[in-house]
């Protein structure tokens, strides 16, 4: 009854007038920015960052958890209304959801959308408190083979899952570590790829490297493939759904909570593979098989419910271990770290009080976007024909204040540019942003755990594999490397060359 109890707490932080309020502003402020063309979550709260920086911890992370559900229920719309998913895990709700739109069925959609992300992030984050409690109580007796071992895992897994290649996923990789490694070296004292540059010892703000990749990069990607051409964005009125719209949706709802938050509780899990998996299912369950491929509500019901447990899911590495399994979960890391506070198997007996109150926020803020947005939904749909070129001209502006709002430094203006450039480059040549920031965020931390794990065995490489523990992750790191060529190979033998990645981006997944 731990998480019960923690959870009871947390409401009655949560639900103070000012934290309330703060709750409420997140929503907004998330659904707004994220609605707009191809603005997912991470994007959103990456702008959104360097607002919170100057609140208190506590209010900050209550508003940074309504922009986190603000910016998934906007990739939503988006992903229905324009057809132009902002995250890769919205672009199987844009299979069946831009079809509906286009016959006509929008607001059913986008009322299935917001319905189905309400009760999967209500499921998805009790479940959290549940599960979180217990999960700590085995994590707080990892060591640091352990937490090495998971940092690895993490790595491995988050460069097979995404982009086209493990090539370009380890090569991202490479580049966020080399990132991490800026500043200097704790055991040494010695300074490390600062190149004499005063203002790059102390490492470079996580906040700079999150605005500069996904905004800038971003905003640079989609000025060099510019059109002038109006987007066409289809009418819908107020969300609403039909007695048989609900009665279609709500176990499709149902399944794709089941299915999203036990993939995005694994290190690494993401919401790719779930989503697909959600889609495959309800097109196999349907009683309607004829209408997929033309607009079939189970097809948006299931996915969408996927994507927001997948997302609560994702919470549980992030606050029991420190691990973000996602690019938003990395944002949010870096976050706790702005506040200098490390997200791990101690947090709940340090900061419970943080980690109850933003749990709780959750549920208000899920609860406030789904009483805001069923009746805003045409307000929403308006904000998608602002122009690009005022979008991302506006996007480079508020990226460039909030970025040197984060330590007041011209400096960091610089570091914006060569960041957001490079991150322009990495999308040119189909190189994940993900694991660059996952990357540039956990390098340090296991870098500290691999020289303890070696200081404690007098530099024997075998202190690393001294537990079960370590070892079972190994074992799966092995696992994750070679089942996926043998499952290709087989498939290809069958004469089916079917990958699951195909159905994502390659070089887009970094919202």
């Given at each position: 009854?731990?998480?019960?109890?923690?959870?009871?707490?947390?409401?009655?932080?949560?639900?103070?007038?000012?934290?309330?309020?703060?709750?409420?502003?997140?929503?907004?402020?998330?659904?707004?920015?994220?609605?707009?063309?191809?603005?997912?979550?991470?994007?959103?709260?990456?702008?959104?960052?360097?607002?919170?920086?100057?609140?208190?911890?506590?209010?900050?992370?209550?508003?940074?958890?309504?922009?986190?559900?603000?910016?998934?229920?906007?990739?939503?719309?988006?992903?229905?209304?324009?057809?132009?998913?902002?995250?890769?895990?919205?672009?199987?709700?844009?299979?069946?959801?831009?079809?509906?739109?286009?016959?006509?069925?929008?607001?059913?959609?986008?009322?299935?959308?917001?319905?189905?992300?309400?009760?999967?992030?209500t499921i998805g984050t009790l479940l959290l408190a549940l599960v979180a409690p217990q999960i700590v109580k085995v994590a707080i007796g990892l060591g640091d083979p352990d937490l090495f071992a998971v940092m690895v895992l993490a790595f491995i897994a988050v460069t097979s899952v995404l982009g086209s290649s493990k090539v370009r996923g380890l090569a991202s990789l490479g580049i966020g570590l080399t990132i991490g490694l800026v500043g200097i070296d704790l055991t040494s004292g010695?300074?490390?790829?600062?190149?004499?540059?005063?203002?790059?010892?102390?490492?470079?703000?996580?906040?700079?490297?999150?605005?500069?990749?996904?905004?800038?990069?971003?905003?640079?990607?989609?000025?060099?493939?510019?059109?002038?051409?109006?987007?066409?964005?289809?009418?819908?009125?107020?969300?609403?759904?039909?007695?048989?719209?609900?009665?279609?949706?709500?176990?499709?709802?149902?399944?794709?909570?089941?299915?999203?938050?036990?993939?995005?509780?694994?290190?690494?899990?993401?919401?790719?593979?779930?989503?697909?998996?959600?889609?495959?299912?309800?097109?196999?369950?349907?009683?309607?098989?004829?209408?997929?491929?033309?607009?079939?509500?189970?097809?948006?019901?299931?996915?969408?419910?996927?994507?927001?447990?997948?997302?609560?899911?994702?919470?549980?590495?992030?606050?029991?271990?420190?691990?973000?399994?996602?690019?938003?979960?990395?944002?949010?890391?870096?976050?706790?770290?702005?506040?200098?506070?490390?997200?791990?198997?101690?947090?709940?007996?340090?900061?419970?009080?943080?980690?109850?109150?933003?749990?709780?926020?959750?549920?208000?803020?899920?609860?406030?976007?789904?009483?805001?947005?069923?009746?805003?939904?045409?307000?929403?749909?308006?904000?998608?024909?602002?122009?690009?070129?005022?979008?991302?001209?506006?996007?480079?502006?508020?990226?460039?204040?909030?970025?040197?709002?984060?330590?007041?430094?011209?400096?960091?203006?610089?570091?914006?540019?060569?960041?957001?450039?490079?991150?322009?480059?990495?999308?040119?040549?189909?190189?994940?942003?993900?694991?660059?920031?996952?990357?540039?965020?956990?390098?340090?931390?296991?870098?500290?755990?691999?020289?303890?794990?070696?200081?404690?065995?007098?530099?024997?490489?075998?202190?690393?594999?001294?537990?079960?523990?370590?070892?079972?992750?190994?074992?799966?790191?092995?696992?994750?490397?070679?089942?996926?060529?043998?499952?290709?190979?087989?498939?290809?033998?069958?004469?089916?060359?079917?990958?699951?990645?195909?159905?994502?981006?390659?070089?887009?997944?970094?919202?």
């Amino acid at each position: 009854m731990d998480g019960i109890n923690g959870l009871i707490e947390g409401f009655a932080t949560a639900l103070t007038p000012l934290n309330l309020l703060y709750a409420v502003v997140g929503v907004v402020l998330g659904t707004a920015i994220g609605v707009l063309p191809g603005i997912g979550p991470a994007m959103t709260i990456a702008l959104l960052l360097p607002l919170t920086t100057s609140l208190d911890v506590q209010q900050a992370l209550i508003m940074f958890a309504g922009i986190y559900y603000g910016g998934m229920y906007g990739g939503s719309t988006t992903s229905i209304l324009l057809n132009t998913p902002g995250e890769s895990a919205s672009v199987v709700t844009a299979i069946e959801g831009n079809l509906m739109a286009k016959a006509g069925r929008g607001a059913a959609a986008l009322a299935t959308a917001a319905v189905g992300s309400f009760v999967a992030g209500t499921i998805g984050t009790l479940l959290l408190a549940l599960v979180a409690p217990q999960i700590v109580k085995v994590a707080i007796g990892l060591g640091d083979p352990d937490l090495f071992a998971v940092m690895v895992l993490a790595f491995i897994a988050v460069t097979s899952v995404l982009g086209s290649s493990k090539v370009r996923g380890l090569a991202s990789l490479g580049i966020g570590l080399t990132i991490g490694l800026v500043g200097i070296d704790l055991t040494s004292g010695q300074q490390r790829l600062t190149f004499g540059i005063p203002q790059l010892a102390d490492g470079i703000d996580v906040v700079v490297v999150a605005v500069a990749m996904f905004a800038v990069g971003e905003a640079l990607w989609v000025a060099a493939h510019l059109r002038r051409s109006p987007v066409q964005v289809i009418k819908v009125k107020a969300a609403r759904m039909s007695r048989e719209d609900w009665r279609r949706s709500w176990p499709a709802w149902l399944r794709g909570t089941a299915i999203g938050f036990p993939f995005g509780a694994i290190p690494a899990g993401g919401a790719e593979i779930p989503t697909f998996l959600s889609y495959v299912t309800e097109k196999k369950l349907t009683k309607h098989p004829e209408e997929f491929g033309k607009g079939a509500i189970e097809g948006v019901a299931g996915p969408e419910a996927t994507n927001n447990a997948s997302a609560a899911g994702g919470l549980v590495p992030l606050l029991t271990l420190g691990i973000p399994t996602t690019a938003t979960a990395a944002i949010m890391l870096g976050a706790f770290q702005t506040y200098a506070i490390q997200p791990g198997p101690r947090l709940l007996q340090t900061h419970p009080e943080l980690v109850w109150g933003l749990i709780a926020s959750l549920f208000i803020g899920n609860t406030v976007l789904l009483l805001l947005n069923l009746p805003l939904a045409t307000v929403w749909a308006r904000l998608l024909h602002i122009p690009r070129h005022y979008l991302y001209a506006g996007i480079l502006f508020f990226a460039s204040i909030g970025a040197y709002a984060a330590n007041k430094q011209s400096f960091d203006l610089w570091l914006l540019l060569i960041i957001g450039a490079l991150g322009f480059f990495m999308r040119r040549y189909g190189l994940p942003i993900v694991p660059a920031i996952i990357a540039i965020i956990l390098g340090p931390a296991a870098e500290e755990s691999l020289r303890r794990a070696l200081q404690i065995a007098d530099g024997s490489v075998t202190g690393l594999v001294d537990t079960w523990f370590a070892r079972t992750v190994y074992l799966i790191v092995v696992l994750i490397l070679v089942v996926p060529p043998v499952v290709r190979r087989v498939r290809r033998g069958r004469g089916d060359d079917t990958d699951l990645r195909d159905t994502v981006p390659a070089n887009r997944e970094g919202q």
